[in-house]
């Protein structure tokens, strides 16, 4: 069975950084389009990053460019996100996505507060 388990969450203060990765199994990872989205309450779930098969391609929503970097390991199976310059606003759960039969992790929590 598809599986993706987020890990990296935490607390941090407004400037800093932090890295979220999204362990996959079940699938062929590197054949399929994965992407990091986040929900905070109250709100829709929202694309953040999104990265290709075809040269690692990238997206990136527009309140995030410039400060996150979306990337992906193929031999270990992990898909990665940088986090730099944290916003408040930025503080939401953040949750893997496959393009494989559209799967989701669990999320994982952000919190940027001083």
């Known amino acids: 069975q598809v599986q993706l388990v987020e890990s990296g969450g935490g607390l941090v203060q407004p400037g800093g950084s932090l890295r979220l990765s999204c362990a996959a199994s079940?699938?062929?990872?590197?054949?399929?389009?994965m992407s990091w989205y986040r929900q905070a309450p109250g709100k829709e779930r929202e694309l953040v990053a999104r990265?290709?098969?075809?040269?690692?391609?990238?997206h990136y929503a527009d309140s995030v460019k410039g400060r996150f970097t979306i990337s992906r390991d193929n031999a270990k199976n992990t898909l990665y996100l940088q986090m730099n310059s944290l916003k408040p606003d930025d503080t939401a759960v953040y949750y893997c996505?496959?393009?494989?039969?559209?799967?989701w992790g669990q999320g994982t929590q952000v919190t940027v507060s001083s």
């Open positions: 996505h496959t393009s494989y039969n559209w799967n």
């Open positions: 990265i290709d098969t075809i040269n690692d391609n990238t």
């Open positions: 079940g699938f062929p990872f590197s054949q399929y389009v």
